[in-house]
């Protein structure tokens, strides 16, 4: 399940993919039952998974007469890609403004803060690090 999606997902299709992550693969009725909301209808709901489908993030397989659906996206692939592009449209690409705005606006637990601290502390030791670090001019 190593695949990241090659067109954006709009909400009403995260709804789906969410659903599939938490409580696993799901025929159509399995879905029904599980989305939240009183107005699902089950061709809608059949038309974002054809969609899901076509975009490469669900796939199929026939159970007697009803169709299993299973992502074949995780849910880590898909958040790096939706960060990628919102970094690319609003600050150029750089990476440093959204992940500081995200820490900032951020409730961080201490389990959080830790995890990040950690993470900085594996890339400060890095042993291309220092080497990248000579090489790229420093952030505005």
Not at 38 to 62: F, H, I, M, S, W
Not at 67 to 96: N, W
């Amino acid at each position: 399940m190593a695949r990241k999606p090659r067109k954006p997902i709009p909400d009403s299709e995260l709804e789906i993919l969410l659903a599939l992550w938490d409580r696993g693969p799901a025929t159509v009725r399995d879905l029904l039952d599980r989305l939240p909301g009183p107005d699902r209808a089950y061709t809608t709901v059949q038309t974002l998974l054809n969609r899901l489908e076509a975009k490469g993030c669900v796939a199929t397989r026939k159970d007697g007469r009803a169709l299993v659906y299973t992502p074949t996206v995780e849910r880590d692939d898909l958040l790096t890609a939706e960060l990628a592009e919102v970094a690319t449209r609003v600050t150029g690409g750089r990476a440093s403004p959204l992940v500081l705005n995200l820490v900032e606006q951020g409730n961080l637990s201490p389990d959080d803060i830790a995890a990040l601290r950690a993470l900085l502390d594996r890339l400060d030791a890095a042993p291309d690090r220092a080497k990248k670090q000579r090489r790229k001019p420093a952030p505005e």
